[in-house]
């Protein structure tokens, strides 16, 4: 049976549709009848995003409106998929019923990642400050950090079968990438910079420079993913 029509809520800038074209994508834990879908659709409430994602989906339709009211029929999707985007909602229960409705009997709702911060990892301890605040400029951002231990608990609210619910593999190159390491870095800087000093931040960044030169730093957040199939 091959899943012909796609639905990605809360697309952006379209990164995970192309995923599904190229069938690149190394985070989606299903088999092969989900890859290059026949029909695939995107919506996001974000008109920047959308205009970005248009330049390299020429084959998607693209669609602005709201997660919590999808301007689709009921049962319209074979498959229904988010992706990083239940955690930045103020009711991911909402938009996950939304889903489960545009999605056909026999059809798929699948979150493929969402992060639990309260799982993180962060190694040299020196480091462990640096997640904390990390998970503080979230929560100020309007996210729930901890959204990934909650999916199974929005899937068991809903009418799903053969219910799936895990984590997604974790591994690390021996060499340090400098260029991947410093984007990550100016990512969490800008996220706790509102939090701390700016001697903390400096050194905050020496120890992570330093760790990351003697192949000693770890950074693991845990992402769980979960599915289900709609039933009668």
Known sequence: ??????????????????????????????????????????????????????????????????????????????????????????????????MHRVTRIGGFVVAFAEPDYGGRIDYPDELVRLGELQGIALRLQGAEPKMGRHLMELLNNLNFEEKTFGVLASQWTVEPDAEESQMEWSVISSDIEQLTSTDELNKFYRIEKQSRQENRRVLYVPTFYAWGKVKK
Request: proline share 4%; charged share 20%.
């Open 1 to 98: 049976m091959r899943y012909s029509r796609v639905l990605e809520v809360g697309c952006g800038t379209g990164a995970i549709l192309n995923d599904f074209f190229s069938g690149s994508s190394e985070e989606i834990p299903v088999n092969n009848n989900w890859e290059n879908p026949e029909s695939s659709y995107g919506l996001d409430i974000r008109l920047d995003y959308l205009s970005i994602a248009q330049k390299h989906l020429k084959c998607a339709h693209l669609v602005h409106g709201d997660a919590y009211h999808l301007p689709f029929e009921s049962g319209s999707f074979d498959l229904t998929l988010c992706h990083y985007f239940l955690l930045w909602l103020t009711s991911p229960e909402s938009t996950m019923k939304e």
